[in-house]
């Protein structure tokens, strides 16, 4: 089954604990991205990558790590979570167009982050 | 910047209509939508490129006017079904490819 997958889904943690939240897709898709949602915000893009070895940052990048050495793995890294970063992350991929252009993104089931 | 999506909330009955606005400050070269169910991720709905296509996904469609820099979602004959929080995305042509903003969402409830 074409799926994203991310782990884990729920995460309760500590201020300054580095945490890994991994994201995986089947699809062989080009692009990867992360996106982290808050009440009245909408979905705003964390870190992205149009490929293996090739990232960018999106609007909130701070505080964020993220890599991409296999095409199907795009892990989000909080090197020292803050109660801000508390929130809804999701990862997605997308297969790319020539050109680069984006197409339909397929979402994963979304990690709920709190940062006590 | 973020697009601003108006209403951001609507309540309508089955069978009626509803349109959602998406506006730019910017030069979109793409406009992306998504509907979100409670709970859930976001599912695609469709892409709009800059030349004022219109596309149609069962009975919503979506026009994108490039002049005006703004897309509008267009429900009808609404159904239970369509409840949700829509979300649109958009791509802009001073942008890096790949680098995707999405507005605050506009919340859908459809009553019997």
């Known amino acids: 089954e074409a799926q994203v997958t991310q782990n884990p889904r729920y995460l309760i943690t500590v201020t300054g604990k580095k945490l890994t939240v991994t994201c995986s897709q089947n699809?062989?898709?080009?692009?990867m991205s992360w996106y982290r949602q808050d009440p009245g915000l909408g979905l705003r893009q964390i870190y992205y990558?149009?490929?293996?070895?090739?990232?960018d940052k999106g609007d909130v990048p701070e505080g964020y790590k993220v890599s991409r050495k296999e095409k199907r793995n795009f892990p989000l890294i909080l090197e020292s979570p803050s109660p801000n970063q508390t929130s809804l992350y999701f990862c997605?991929?997308?297969?790319?167009?020539?050109?680069?252009?984006?197409?339909?993104?397929?979402f994963g089931p979304g990690t709920r982050l709190t940062v006590l | 910047q973020q697009p601003v999506q108006s209403p951001q909330a609507v309540i309508l009955r089955e069978g009626e209509d509803a349109v959602i606005n998406c506006s730019s400050s910017?030069?979109?070269?793409?406009v992306h939508w998504y509907r979100q169910k409670h709970g859930e991720a976001p599912v695609f709905l469709m892409i709009?490129?800059?030349?004022?296509e219109q596309k149609g996904h069962e009975k919503i469609s979506a026009s994108f006017n490039e002049k005006k820099q703004q897309s509008s979602l267009y429900l009808t004959a609404s159904q239970l079904s369509y409840s949700g929080t829509y979300f649109c995305?958009?791509?802009?042509?001073?942008?890096?490819?790949?680098?995707?903003?999405f507005g605050a969402g506009t919340q859908v409830v459809v009553t019997p």
């Open positions: 997605a991929s997308s297969p790319l167009e020539r050109g680069g252009l984006l197409r339909e993104q397929f």
């Open positions: 699809m062989n898709h080009e692009y």
């Open positions: 990558s149009m490929n293996v070895e090739v990232t």
């Open positions: 910017k030069a979109l070269y793409s």
């Open positions: 709009l490129l800059k030349g004022g």
């Open positions: 995305g958009t791509d802009l042509v001073s942008g890096s490819w790949g680098k995707l903003q």
